[in-house]
């Protein structure tokens, strides 16, 4: 059953228009990210489905009800922001039962799912805290207890890490992923610009770009076939190596041809079978490049070597182009060495030069 | 590099010197204007504990040889304003009753229409907040007479609840615009978590809003108490003759004196009448710095 339902959305800001006609359909217990770059709609988009921001045109359906113009406490869902939004003058246990308590829930009922919820975030020895009294990381457990007291089917989450250090956000980025588990059929909404959140906690992730959304999949297949070539260079650290090259005809088969380099390309799986001389971008990502003696694509020199611990990247260069590659952490290599590169046609994505969809 | 452990490392060179004559000046500056300010206090307060024999000496920043508060309780209970001889305490109640529900008034209104304006994002909001502003420019003699035509085809001029409404719309520009710009700083994510919470406009207001506005809640009395209690046409135009605030009473005790003028009497009864303008400056200065200065880092 689909839990969230965006169906021919708009919305504008007076005369600015955002959205035009934009939908999205979310199954019930799913995990979507909304991925992209600052500026791209990812907030509006969550507000408009939290019912924050009115839509000019479309509908919004969450658990199969037309809430388009119900109110944000009416629609069972749950929100977590990235500035913690905590009422700065109640104690943490005001703070999570605010919302009960504006619902008129029985003080008994209250108390338990406070206390659970304070259980499962371990926070209960914080309760009678006040917000300003408590470590960034804590007042982030806090919110999201805030939206868990709530038993809302739907759990809305904009940038919910964004504001911690580097260790704090691992950590509650496992709690997270955690809770979704537990909690079994709670569909999950998160946006981030962090690919790392979006590739670890997603079942589905919207990738989106300019107020438009660019791909919708698993985080596999975003990162394995990647629809455009801005996802590819969104997605994956380090980034995926672009070749500006054409499609030669070998026979009746195509290779790939940049200079004197060439990658025959029957192992690639088309979406649609190009015809020959058409300008492309060959996208590879550093750990699919193969560094040798062998490879397909000799006369690279080793330019500069990133050691990262478990493995290292390697920039290398033949004049014209400078690929990354990545390698094993334990493998000796020195900058000036000469080495020839291994590609496997499975593996590479190719995107047509001009519109830069994937081919 | 070396990391030093024990062992203290004294700062090289000379201390700078901490008495320079641009520090000299600068002080010698402050007590100057310091002076000149308290110089009229402590004239009146000197000449309200001193005898008419003394003060017709001529010696006014002298101290009081023989002490007297005679002309202090002359001044509460019994100076002549015109025809009645009851002193200023009437008008000091009178001030009282007008001064309390204007100023509890006027602060809820602005509170309210500055939540409204800056959180809720009604439409056409600044173009009302444009239209409020310049009623805090127009010159308020402009309105006193329409005001009075108005209030007294509606029957109430010339009566409590009419000076109160009067304070009250007055003070609704400046209100407005200081709790407008007050909550403009507060993060709207928290205004977003409490709808989601299942607040409304009323609930938002007085559970999540008004807890965080202690500072502004203080500027704002200071600035009503104050504003209202000095206020002279405004009472004497619209409060009636059985209202008048204190300041119209002083203003008739000073004029009203037949044959000599009791300067001490004047003096007491001017003292009695700052009261409570003093009073506040002297128990919320400290507030009063910390709520501009909220206001001014976080706004
Ligand atoms: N209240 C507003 N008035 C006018 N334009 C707005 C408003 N809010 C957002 N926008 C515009 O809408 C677009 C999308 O903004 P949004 O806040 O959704 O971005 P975002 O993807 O959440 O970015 P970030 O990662 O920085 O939070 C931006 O171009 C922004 O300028
Ligand atoms: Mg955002």
């Known amino acids: ?33 909304l991925l992209g770059p600052s500026g791209c709609g ?43 939004a905590l009422y700065p003058r109640m104690s943490v246990r005001e703070n999570m039962s605010f919302g009960l308590r504006m619902a008129r829930t029985p003080k008994a009922e209250i108390d338990r799912r406070v206390t659970q919820a304070a259980d499962l975030l371990q926070i209960t020895h914080l309760l ?21 007291v709530r038993d809302a089917g739907v759990f809305l989450f904009d940038e919910p890490l964004s504001n911690l250090d580097a260790k704090l956000r691992n950590e509650l980025r496992v709690e997270i992923k955690r809770l979704h588990a537990r909690l079994g059929k709670a569909t999950m909404i ?32 975003i990162y394995g076939r990647p629809s455009n070539l801005f996802v590819a260079g969104f997605i994956g650290s380090p ?28 192992a690639y799986a088309f979406s649609d079978r190009p015809e020959p001389g058409r300008e492309v971008v060959l996208g590879v990502r550093p750990e699919h490049v193969e560094p040798g003696a062998s490879g397909v694509w000799p006369g690279f020199t080793i330019d500069i070597v990133e050691p990262m611990g478990a493995d290292t990247v390697v920039w290398c260069s033949d004049g014209t182009e400078t690929i990354q590659v990545r390698t094993s952490g334990t493998r000796r290599v020195a900058p000036g060495e000469g080495l020839s590169l291994g590609l496997d046609a499975a593996q590479v994505s190719l995107f047509a030069a001009d519109t830069g969809e994937r081919l | 590099m070396r990391s030093r452990s024990g062992g203290s490392t004294e700062p090289q060179g000379r201390r700078p010197r901490r008495i320079t004559a641009g520090r000299i000046g600068l002080y010698a500056f402050l007590l100057t204007a310091a002076l000149f300010f308290l110089l009229p206090l402590w004239i009146m307060l000197v000449t309200s504990l001193k005898p008419m024999e003394e003060i017709r000496l001529g010696n006014i920043v002298a101290l009081p040889a023989a002490l007297t508060f005679e002309a202090w309780g002359k001044a509460w209970s019994s100076a002549c304003t015109g025809l009645a001889c009851d002193g200023i305490s009437v008008g000091f109640w009178n001030s009282v009753r007008i001064l309390v529900p204007s100023v509890i008034l006027s602060i809820a209104l602005g509170a309210v229409n500055g939540y409204a304006l800056s959180l809720w994002r009604i439409r056409g ?25 108005i209030f007294s085809a509606v029957g109430v001029y010339n009566s409590l609840s009419c000076i109160v409404i009067v304070h009250a719309i007055f003070g609704l520009p400046t209100m407005t615009l200081l709790f407008r710009n007050y909550y403009a700083g507060i993060p709207a994510d928290l205004f977003k ?28 009395t200071i600035l009503q108490v104050t504003g209202i209690w000095n206020d002279f046409i405004l009472g004497l135009t619209f409060a009636g003759r059985e209202n008048l605030p204190m300041t119209v009473q002083l203003n008739n005790i000073v004029h009203s004196t037949q044959g000599e003028r009791a300067y001490n009497v004047d003096m007491a009864a001017t003292m009695l009448a700052a009261l409570v303008p003093l009073a506040v400056y002297f128990v919320s200065g400290r507030w009063f710095v910390r709520g501009i200065a909220a206001g001014a880092v976080k706004g």
């Open chain 1, 1 to 33: 059953m689909t839990a969230v339902s965006v169906r021919d959305v708009s919305i504008a800001f007076g005369m600015l228009r955002v959205f035009d006609g934009l939908s999205l359909d979310i199954e019930e217990g799913e995990f979507v990210v």
């Open chain 1, 42 to 84: 990812k907030s509006t988009l969550l507000n408009a489905i939290a019912g924050l921001l009115d839509v000019s045109a479309g509908q919004i359906w969450i658990d199969g009800r037309n809430v388009t113009w119900d109110e944000p406490k009416d629609r069972g869902i749950a929100m977590v922001f990235q500035s913690y």
């Open chain 1, 128 to 148: 009678d805290r006040r917000p300003d009294q408590l470590s960034g990381g804590q007042r982030q457990r806090v919110a999201i207890g805030r939206a868990l």
């Open chain 1, 190 to 221: 998160y946006v981030t610009h962090d690919q790392v959140e979006a590739m670890t906690l997603a079942d589905r992730i919207v990738v989106m770009k300019e107020q438009k959304v660019q791909q919708i999949g698993s985080p596999a297949e």
């Open chain 1, 239 to 266: 980034q995926m190596n672009f070749v500006r090259g054409r499609l030669e005809a070998e026979g009746n088969r195509l290779a790939f041809a940049a200079g004197r380099h060439r990658l025959p390309l029957d």
């Open chain 2, 125 to 149: 909001a600044n173009l009302l907040f444009g239209i409020l502003l310049m009623g805090a420019f127009i010159p308020y003699q402009v309105f006193l007479y329409p005001l009075v035509r």
């Open chain 2, 193 to 220: 978590a409490a709808r989601v919470d299942g607040g409304g406009f009323w609930t938002i207001f007085l559970r999540v809003i008004l807890p965080m506005s202690t500072p502004m809640l203080v500027v704002a």
